[in-house]
T-cell receptor, first 110, second 111 residues
Framework: GQQLNQSPQSMFIQEGEDVSMNCTSS?????WLWYKQDPGEGPVLLIA?????ELTSNGRLTAQFGITRKDSFLNISASIPSDVGIYFC??????????FGTGTSLTVIP | EAQVTQNPRYLITVTGKKLTVTCSQN?????MSWYRQDPGLGLRQIYY???????DKGDVPEGYKVSRKEKRNFPLILESPSPNQTSLYFC??????????FGSGTRLTVV
C-alpha cells in the first residue's frame, strides 16, 4: 500500500523549542489527519483537516492542509516533555483509501 | 466513551500455538482494520473489514486470519504463530469524517 512521505524521521529538541514536521504525497487528498502515539499506546487523533488551505489549532498544536492538497504540516509550539512520542499523518484519498505516513519520532530534552 | 478495546495487552507464546487477539468497538463503525507496527516500518495493514461478513487482505496478510460475524467485533487469529510475527498489533475502527480510532495495542512475542 501507499505510504506518505513524512519528515523528519526523528527529532531531538530542547524543551521550549518549536517543532515542525510535514507530510507529502504525489496524490491529491480530501482529508488530512494528524495522530500522536505515546510510548506503548495506540495512536490518538490530534487534528483533522478537510479543506485545502485550512489552518486548525488544538492547544499548542497547529496543522495546515496544503493548498495543493498534496501536503500537510504540523507545528508544535513551546514543546514540553509530554510531547514526546511518534506523530503520524494520514491522508484520505477518494473512496475508502486512507494512507499513513511513516511517523516522526519526537524526543524533548528537559 | 467512544473506544476500541483489544485484548490482551501483552502476550508471549510459543511457535505454532494458535492464538486469538480480540477487538471490539462501540462506535457502530462499519469499517475495522488490523495493523502491525514494527520499528522503521510504520503501520502496516494486515486485514480490514468493510462490514459484517466482508473482509479483505491488507498489505501483510500472510499468517493471519480474521472474522467479522458482528459489527462490533473483529478478532485477529494466528493459526500457527512464528517468531517473525512478534510485533505490536493495533485494531482500529474508522469513520470517513474522523479517520481511525485505535485500540491500545497488543504486544505479541512468539518464541
Amino acid at each position: 500500500g501507499q505510504q506518505l512521505n513524512q519528515s523528519p524521521q526523528s527529532m531531538f529538541i530542547q524543551e521550549g523549542e518549536d517543532v515542525s514536521m510535514n507530510c507529502t504525497s504525489s496524490s491529491i487528498f480530501n482529508t488530512w489527519l494528524w495522530y500522536k502515539q505515546d510510548p506503548g499506546e495506540g495512536p490518538v487523533l490530534l487534528i483533522a483537516l478537510y479543506k485545502a488551505g485550512e489552518l486548525t489549532s488544538n492547544g499548542r498544536l497547529t496543522a495546515q492542509f496544503g493548498i495543493t492538497r498534496k501536503d500537510s504540516f504540523l507545528n508544535i509550539s513551546a514543546s514540553i516533555p509530554s510531547d514526546v512520542g511518534i506523530y503520524f499523518c494520514a491522508g484520505h484519498l477518494v473512496g475508502n483509501q486512507f494512507y499513513f505516513g511513516t511517523g516522526t519520532s519526537l524526543t524533548v530534552i528537559p | 466513551e467512544a473506544q476500541v478495546t483489544q485484548n490482551p495487552r501483552y502476550l508471549i507464546t510459543v511457535t505454532g500455538k494458535k492464538l486469538t487477539v480480540t477487538c471490539s468497538q462501540n462506535m457502530n463503525h462499519e469499517y475495522m482494520s488490523w495493523y502491525r507496527q514494527d520499528p522503521g516500518l510504520g503501520l502496516r495493514q494486515i486485514y480490514y473489514s468493510m462490514n459484517v461478513e466482508v473482509t479483505d487482505k491488507g498489505d501483510v496478510p500472510e499468517g493471519y486470519k480474521v472474522s467479522r460475524k458482528e459489527k462490533r467485533n473483529f478478532p485477529l487469529i494466528l493459526e500457527s504463530p512464528s517468531p517473525n510475527q512478534t510485533s505490536l498489533y493495533f485494531c482500529a475502527s474508522r469513520s470517513l469524517e474522523r479517520g481511525y480510532t485505535f485500540g491500545s495495542g497488543t504486544r505479541l512475542t512468539v518464541v
